[in-house]
């Protein structure tokens, strides 16, 4: 064990009076296939692309994840694992249109709601007890509420800050509730296991492990410089933080009315190009249906990877005309994707547009540049896909399929 420790509880905890809540729809997508179609309820769906195609799983039901399947797993081993499973398509449309209403509930209940992707958001509850009573018993009425008007199960966190609760959301997930009372924050990490401080990765663990740190107790007595010395400045701070219950910042809140973006954290690292760029795909698409729904446009792009080291690194670009679908701003994430990716394990990537506007409010070019047209095309594609429940991409965005990989037909 290291030498350079200290005493447990020798560091003060400041007590927060924040009260933070992380909502996480369960299996979302499967759910709302599962919703939709009935004969597929109890059977493992699998959401993502066809056994036969070069793809990846976008979302498993829980009876697919019996089988090992998980998020960004190639669709070629997800069918090797489970044959008999559901294959489906991604229906963007769709989920975003449950989404969207989960979403417009949550607000009534709270001041303050920052979606971070499609199925998740922060709730910042602070000072509502007097109008819905405890943390406890308004996480428990969001829960029925959400079941009730939409059959969707939800699984909560409670917490004083962020960070904790995203951890305390997948303590007993699914249809999970998990509250952490001010002043147990510490406590609370020292009962989890060190995988389940969120972000801590295989490589991460595996280094600990050399320095005889196997617990999260073990990792509390750990002062900043040990750490610092060991995992550098950026990792050390944050296990120093994340092993108290600290907020380490990794949930800034965004600023809505300047921006929007969406992000996607792996279950396992992912090093494959190909499953990035299908996630990639999947946020492209959820961040152009947001500007339409809101009636704004962008002309930058911004890219977020963090890798299993805890950097955290951004990119943006600039574009001449304004972002108007959901092939603008794939291609331009892709051209960031080959600027900024080093090969090295990703754990969540993320995309976003910056300095979004309203829709008409720049004066356009005296000759049009055929922004208008392409944006009453995608409108008019966005309305075909919700009619019927299927995503359309153009060709070139698809995937070549993969002579090598399982076949179902």
Same mark, same amino acid.
């Given at each position: 064990?290291?030498?350079?420790r200290i005493?447990p509880?020798s560091?003060?905890?400041?007590?927060?009076?924040t009260v933070?809540?992380?909502?996480?729809?369960?299996?979302?997508?499967?759910?709302?296939?599962?919703?939709?179609?009935p004969?597929f309820?109890?059977?493992?769906?699998?959401?993502?692309?066809?056994?036969?195609t070069r793809g990846v799983?976008?979302a498993?039901?829980?009876?697919?994840?019996?089988y090992?399947?998980?998020s960004?797993?190639?669709?070629?081993?997800a069918y090797?694992?489970?044959p008999?499973?559901?294959f489906?398509?991604?229906r963007?449309?769709?989920y975003?249109?449950?989404?969207?209403?989960?979403?417009?509930?949550?607000?009534?209940?709270?001041?303050?709601?920052e979606?971070?992707?499609?199925?998740?958001?922060?709730?910042d509850?602070?000072?509502t007890?007097r109008l819905?009573?405890a943390?406890e018993e308004l996480?428990?009425?969001?829960?029925q509420e959400?079941?009730?008007?939409?059959?969707?199960t939800?699984?909560?966190?409670?917490?004083?800050?962020r960070?904790l609760?995203?951890?305390?959301?997948?303590?007993?997930k699914?249809d999970?509730?998990?509250?952490?009372?001010?002043?147990t924050?510490?406590? %609370?990490?020292?009962?989890?296991?060190?995988?389940?401080?969120w972000?801590?990765?295989?490589?991460?663990?595996h280094r600990?492990?050399s320095?005889?740190?196997?617990?999260?107790p073990e990792?509390?007595?750990?002062?900043?410089p040990f750490?610092r010395?060991? %995992?550098g400045?950026a990792?050390?701070?944050?296990?120093?933080?994340a092993?108290?219950?600290?907020?380490?910042g990794? %949930?800034?809140?965004?600023?809505?009315s300047?921006?929007?973006s969406?992000?996607?954290?792996f279950?396992r690292?992912v090093t494959?190009?190909?499953?990035?760029?299908?996630?990639l795909?999947?946020?492209?698409?959820?961040i152009?249906?947001?500007?339409?729904d809101?009636?704004?446009?962008?002309?930058t792009?911004?890219?977020?990877?963090?890798?299993?080291?805890?950097v955290?690194?951004?990119?943006q670009?600039?574009?001449?005309r304004?972002l108007?679908?959901?092939?603008?701003?794939y291609?331009?994430g892709?051209?960031?994707?080959?600027?900024?990716?080093?090969?090295?394990?990703?754990r969540?990537?993320?995309?976003?547009v910056a300095?979004?506007?309203?829709v008409?409010?720049?004066?356009?070019?005296? %000759?049009?540049d055929g922004t208008?047209?392409?944006?009453?095309?995608e409108?008019?594609?966005?309305q075909?896909?919700r009619?019927?429940?299927t995503p359309?991409?153009?060709?070139?965005?698809m995937?070549p399929?993969?002579?090598?990989?399982?076949s179902?037909?």
């Amino acid at each position: 064990m290291p030498e350079d420790r200290i005493p447990p509880g020798s560091d003060e905890q400041t007590v927060n009076p924040t009260v933070v809540f992380h909502i996480d729809l369960d299996a979302f997508y499967a759910t709302v296939e599962q919703l939709d179609h009935p004969e597929f309820r109890g059977k493992p769906v699998v959401v993502g692309a066809r056994p036969g195609t070069r793809g990846v799983v976008s979302a498993a039901s829980y009876e697919a994840r019996r089988y090992g399947i998980r998020s960004a797993m190639p669709i070629s081993e997800a069918y090797r694992r489970c044959p008999s499973a559901v294959f489906v398509p991604v229906r963007m449309a769709r989920y975003q249109e449950v989404s969207r209403r989960v979403m417009q509930l949550l607000a009534e209940y709270a001041p303050s709601v920052e979606q971070l992707s499609v199925d998740e958001a922060f709730l910042d509850v602070t000072g509502t007890e007097r109008l819905f009573g405890a943390p406890e018993e308004l996480a428990r009425t969001i829960k029925q509420e959400i079941h009730s008007r939409y059959a969707v199960t939800a699984s909560v966190g409670v917490a004083p800050n962020r960070f904790l609760a995203k951890i305390a959301s997948d303590v007993d997930k699914p249809d999970g509730l998990c509250v952490v009372p001010p002043g147990t924050e510490r406590e %609370f990490t020292s009962r989890r296991d060190l995988t389940e401080l969120w972000g801590v990765g295989k490589r991460t663990l595996h280094r600990l492990k050399s320095l005889g740190i196997t617990t999260v107790p073990e990792l509390q007595t750990c002062t900043k410089p040990f750490l610092r010395g060991h %995992f550098g400045q950026a990792a050390g701070e944050y296990l120093y933080c994340a092993a108290r219950g600290i907020d380490p910042g990794v %949930f800034h809140p965004h600023q809505r009315s300047r921006s929007m973006s969406t992000e996607q954290t792996f279950e396992r690292d992912v090093t494959d190009k190909s499953a990035l760029e299908e996630v990639l795909l999947e946020l492209s698409e959820q961040i152009a249906f947001r500007m339409h729904d809101e009636q704004v446009v962008s002309n930058t792009v911004v890219l977020k990877l963090r890798t299993d080291e805890f950097v955290t690194r951004t990119a943006q670009r600039r574009t001449e005309r304004e972002l108007t679908s959901t092939e603008d701003c794939y291609t331009v994430g892709k051209l960031l994707l080959d600027k900024l990716w080093d090969r090295k394990p990703i754990r969540l990537i993320g995309l976003g547009v910056a300095d979004v506007y309203p829709v008409g409010s720049i004066q356009g070019e005296l %000759f049009d540049d055929g922004t208008a047209r392409r944006r009453a095309v995608e409108e008019a594609v966005r309305q075909v896909s919700r009619k019927l429940g299927t995503p359309i991409h153009k060709a070139r965005l698809m995937r070549p399929r993969d002579p090598d990989s399982h076949s179902s037909e």
